[in-house]
């Protein structure tokens, strides 16, 4: 191989030469083409005989493992092992029994609201930071929207958690959460909040009262317009 070698004019008819006599392949003949002579001594080459052997059995133990289920197998749970060992931290998960249901207000943040209710019946929540304070002499701003015969008729802050009680004038209160009142700017008028409320016909709202929790030693304390005064129990 050596003297074919030293006898070709130049690398590209020795590698076609290679090829020709010895059977290899163009990578191969390139592989030897491109050694150092000095790999070509003894010592050199029992490396090389040493190398093929080992690359000849690396070759039948992974056509064994291809052709073995057993062994592909165990090879994957030795890597699973190994990878559980490495990378393995105590369970962050827990199981318990009880289930808690999930409720829409659960979803929603608890934050503070500016309700407004004006006189024809339009209602409306808008966060307190939408106003800012101002020094003195400032011009303020626009804190709601009216028609020309309507205006804020009430007007309060409570919790996106806290309750409403409206009481009409046929004697009836109805409740309404705050997170369910529509949130609108504050140059809108609102929403009719008989489109909240199942009121009946030509049944008004006289009163809002906004309650945080329900207790019993607290009550409601209500006044007539000729007087009577009373105290629900």
Known sequence: MVALIRKAPNPQEAQTQLIQQFALSEIQAKAILDMRLQRL????????????????????DLKSILADEKKVLSIIGKELDEVRTKFANPRRTQFIEEQEDITTEDLIA???MVVTVTYSGYIKRLPVDTYRAQKRGGKGVMGAGTRAED????????????????????????????????????????????????????????????VKEFKENWFVTMVTKKAPLKKPA
């Open 110 to 112: 608890e934050e503070e």
């Open 151 to 210: 205006f804020i008729w009430d007007i309060f802050v409570a919790s996106t958690h806290e309750y409403i009680l409206c009481f009409t004038d046929q004697g009836r209160v109805y409740w309404l959460k705050v997170y369910k009142i529509p949130e609108a700017g504050r140059t809108a008028k609102g929403k009719p909040i008989i489109n909240l409320l199942n009121l009946s016909t030509n049944e008004r709202v006289q009163a809002v009262l906004p």
């Open 41 to 60: 001594t003894g010592l050199e080459r029992d490396k090389i005989i040493q190398d093929y052997k080992d690359t000849m059995a690396l070759i039948a």
